[in-house]
Structures are given as structure tokens and as C-alpha cells.
């Protein structure tokens, strides 16, 4: 069950724009501006779920996502990415690196909601 999200983004409208529907579902919000403090974030808060974006600089979320797969304090958090990048390959690659899921900007409430619900 999903009680606890971290949300991942490095453009402050994208991360209140999650920010709102996660809490607005009555489930706790943790943010997180970059790959790297999602790394940080997801060992220290024990996320239930990541929302991650792609494009972030230093590490973007595949390579962030990779780094949480590979370890085994992580690696068992899905992660959905939400990402501007809509090109099929993305999608493939997010697969590859063990996403649950991928939603493209600009989402729905509801695109959100059922990555959260799955």
C-alpha cells in the first residue's frame, strides 16, 4: 500500500503541480530537486513509491533510477518516471532500468492518480 511518495523534479512548478494531487490523495509528499538528493531521500525516507523526472542535471532520473536498482536498500521501490521526453525509446529505456510506469508531461490528475493506485 502507498502511504508515502517521493517526488522528484527540478522545475518548482512540476513539483507542487505532484505535489498536489499526491497530497491531495491523502498521501504523504516528499520532494526532492535533483538525482542525487533522490538517492538521499529515498534511503533516509523509505519512499513507498518515486515519481522521478528525466531531464534534471548532474545525474538525470535514468541514471538516478539505475543507481536505486542497484542497491539493495532501494531497489525495491518502483519507481514511474514523469518526464517530458516522449519518444517511444524513453519508454523502452525506463522499462529496461525497472520503472513501473511512464507518464509524459503534460499529465492529468488521473494519469497521476492511477500510476499511484497500480
Not at 535533483?34 to 513509491?49: H, M, N, T, V
Not at 538525470?60 to 543507481?67: K, L, N, S
Amino acid at each position: 500500500m502507498i502511504r508515502k511518495v517521493l517526488i522528484v523534479d527540478d522545475t518548482q512548478a512540476d513539483r507542487i503541480s505532484l505535489e498536489r494531487i499526491v497530497s491531495g490523495a491523502g498521501l504523504q509528499a516528499v520532494l526532492a530537486v535533483s538525482g542525487a538528493q533522490a538517492i538521499e531521500c529515498a534511503k533516509r525516507d523509505k519512499p513507498d513509491l518515486i515519481l522521478m523526472d528525466v531531464n534534471m542535471p548532474e545525474i538525470d532520473g535514468f541514471a538516478a533510477t539505475r543507481i536505486l536498482k542497484a542497491d539493495d536498500e532501494t531497489r525495491h521501490i518502483p519507481v514511474v518516471f514523469v518526464s517530458s521526453k516522449n519518444q517511444k525509446a524513453d519508454e523502452a529505456w525506463g522499462q529496461i532500468l525497472g520503472a513501473r510506469g511512464y507518464v509524459t508531461k503534460p499529465y492529468t490528475r488521473e494519469q497521476i492518480l492511477a500510476q499511484l493506485q497500480a
